[in-house]
């Protein structure tokens, strides 16, 4: 399924955090499906519809990157979310060392190209923790960045997105991304840039997601 691993500019993802599958595909609807590039069933979306989210998701939008946001820590869920065909799934970076092997092997397995990302929670990882993780199978992780930073982007979070491109692995941003913060992150070389509120909230959804990937192309051409 993964054809886009090597694209010279972030994709957009768009993170579905609705309450249910009717709003997300409201959201979706008029235009923002065909402006996004990756499709995020977000586990605020997963919690209120459960798998059936990324069934209807996958059904209507079957040639879409997918990601089912579960932030997986233990091996079975995992494998219960490969059944249902995302591309990636999110396996959180404090899991035991058996969770994101398990779930890496299980979808190396399927033979269909899946992948696990895992997302950094509550602490930035070594270079040791990468090169495991790599070992694994995973060269995909999710830069989130730290709740207790606030305010816009700084050159503190583009510092440890350089160190972690650094390292191989493919790394998508996310935390409150909006327009204003593509600036600070320009040039990174980053796989794809998460968007949630910001897009999802907007008077016009789509009019924001192309606005945003107007100015990603604009930044990284």
């Given at each position: 399924?993964?054809?886009?691993?090597?694209?010279?500019?972030?994709?957009?993802?768009?993170?579905?955090?609705?309450?249910?599958?009717?709003?997300?595909?409201?959201?979706?609807?008029?235009?923002?499906?065909?402006s996004v590039d990756i499709i995020e069933v977000g586990?605020?979306?997963?919690?209120?519809?459960?798998?059936?989210?990324?069934?209807?998701?996958?059904?209507?939008?079957?040639?879409?990157?997918?990601?089912?946001?579960?932030?997986?820590?233990?091996?079975?869920?995992?494998?219960?979310?490969?059944?249902?065909?995302?591309?990636?799934?999110?396996?959180?970076?404090?899991?035991?060392?058996?969770?994101?092997?398990?779930?890496?092997?299980?979808?190396?397995?399927?033979?269909?190209?899946?992948?696990?990302?895992?997302?950094?929670?509550?602490?930035?990882?070594?270079?040791?923790?990468?090169?495991?993780?790599?070992?694994?199978?995973?060269?995909h992780i999710i830069y989130s960045r730290p709740r207790?930073?606030?305010?816009?982007?700084?050159?503190?979070?583009?510092?440890?997105?350089?160190?972690?491109?650094?390292?191989?692995?493919?790394?998508?941003?996310?935390?409150?991304?909006?327009?204003?913060?593509?600036?600070?992150?320009?040039?990174?070389?980053?796989?794809?840039?998460?968007?949630?509120?910001?897009?999802?909230?907007?008077?016009?959804?789509?009019?924001?997601?192309?606005?945003?990937?107007?100015?990603?192309?604009?930044?990284?051409?």
């Amino acid at each position: 399924m993964v054809d886009a691993m090597n694209k010279p500019k972030p994709l957009l993802q768009i993170a579905l955090d609705n309450l249910s599958i009717e709003d997300a595909l409201r959201v979706l609807g008029g235009g923002l499906d065909e402006s996004v590039d990756i499709i995020e069933v977000g586990t605020l979306l997963l919690l209120g519809e459960g798998l059936r989210a990324v069934d209807i998701l996958r059904t209507i939008y079957p040639q879409k990157l997918l990601v089912a946001d579960f932030k997986c820590i233990a091996p079975h869920f995992g494998t219960e979310i490969l059944k249902h065909d995302p591309d990636f799934v999110t396996v959180l970076s404090g899991a035991e060392a058996q969770v994101p092997k398990l779930i890496s092997e299980e979808a190396l397995n399927r033979g269909k190209g899946q992948q696990v990302q895992i997302e950094l929670y509550n602490q930035f990882p070594s270079p040791q923790d990468v090169h495991a993780w790599q070992q694994m199978g995973i060269s995909h992780i999710i830069y989130s960045r730290p709740r207790s930073r606030k305010g816009n982007w700084n050159t503190e979070d583009t510092k440890e997105i350089h160190e972690l491109c650094e390292l191989g692995v493919s790394v998508t941003v996310t935390g409150g991304v909006t327009f204003e913060d593509l600036d600070i992150l320009k040039g990174l070389p980053v796989f794809a840039i998460i968007c949630g509120r910001s897009v999802r909230n907007a008077p016009d959804p789509a009019a924001e997601a192309r606005r945003v990937k107007a100015k990603i192309d604009s930044l990284w051409n």
